[in-house]
T-cell receptor, first 114, second 111 residues
Framework: DTEVTQTPKHLVMGMTNKKSLKCEQHMGHRAMYWYKQKAKKPPELMFVYSYEKLSINESVPSRFSPECPNSSLLNLHLHALQPEDSALYLC?????????????FGSGTQLSVL | GQQLNQSPQSMFIQEGEDVSMNCTSSSIFNTWLWYKQDPGEGPVLLIA?????ELTSNGRLTAQFGITRKDSFLNISASIPSDVGIYFCAGINTGGFKTIFGAGTRLFVKA
């Protein structure tokens, strides 16, 4: 199994809603990532988890709250988002966080905030 | 911070033509990678390069890690319609574990 699975594929939410994005991988990878991608732009790193511990937070607003319940799962909890947070949210994993690790991406969740 | 300059921004080519795109940086990278992203999907790794001067092929794709470690190029030979998409170069920086992406090259192939 060489897949990173993300759910849901599409999500529409209001600014007062609370929702969660989910990501799962069964490749035995020990690093998992959240990226945000706006249209026609490259992915931007949000968070990195290494061995289930948060190791990088790229100054992401607190309305985004990541969680890594175990080595296979990664969640992103969303609360009180703004319309400008609408984007494709990509989860990725890699074997570790060494300097030559390749990223395996999921298909993403297309999020629209109304 | 570190940035990658990827060019061209977009390319419109005829099926069967060869394509070349490149990425440059003012900083040294330990690893260069090339990803392709189809609409509505996440990026998929095409080629990974780990040593300066390394030339690696994956089918019709060939990529090279520049001798100075500050650049890389990707060639696609005999393009086909399914080559359409956005190609991102990416570098992994020295002493850290962040993957930095270029702005992408949008490839359009006319049958």
């Amino acid at each position: 199994d060489t897949e990173v699975t993300q759910t849901p594929k599409h999500l529409v939410m209001g600014m007062t809603n609370k929702k969660s994005l989910k990501c799962e991988q069964h490749m035995g990878h020990r690093a998992m990532y959240w990226y945000k991608q706006k249209a026609k732009k490259p992915p931007e790193l949000m968070f990195v988890y290494s061995y289930e511990k948060l190791s990088i937070n790229e100054s992401v607003p607190s309305r985004f709250s990541p969680e890594c319940p175990n080595s296979s799962l990664l969640n992103l909890h969303l609360h009180a988002l703004q319309p400008e947070d609408s984007a494709l949210y990509l989860c990725a994993s890699s074997q570790g966080v060494q300097t030559n690790e390749k990223l395996f991406f999921g298909s993403g969740t297309q999020l629209s905030v109304l | 911070g570190q940035q990658l300059n990827q060019s061209p921004q977009s390319m419109f080519i005829q099926e069967g033509e060869d394509v070349s795109m490149n990425c440059t940086s003012s900083s040294i990278f330990n690893t260069w990678l090339w990803y392709k992203q189809d609409p509505g999907e996440g990026p998929v790794l095409l080629i990974a390069l780990y040593k300066a001067g390394e030339l690696t092929s994956n089918g019709r794709l060939t990529a090279q890690f520049g001798i100075t470690r500050k650049d890389s190029f990707l060639n696609i030979s005999a393009s086909i319609p399914s080559d359409v998409g956005i190609y991102f170069c990416a570098g992994i920086n020295t002493g850290g574990f962040k993957t930095i992406f270029g702005a992408g090259t949008r490839l359009f192939v006319k049958a």
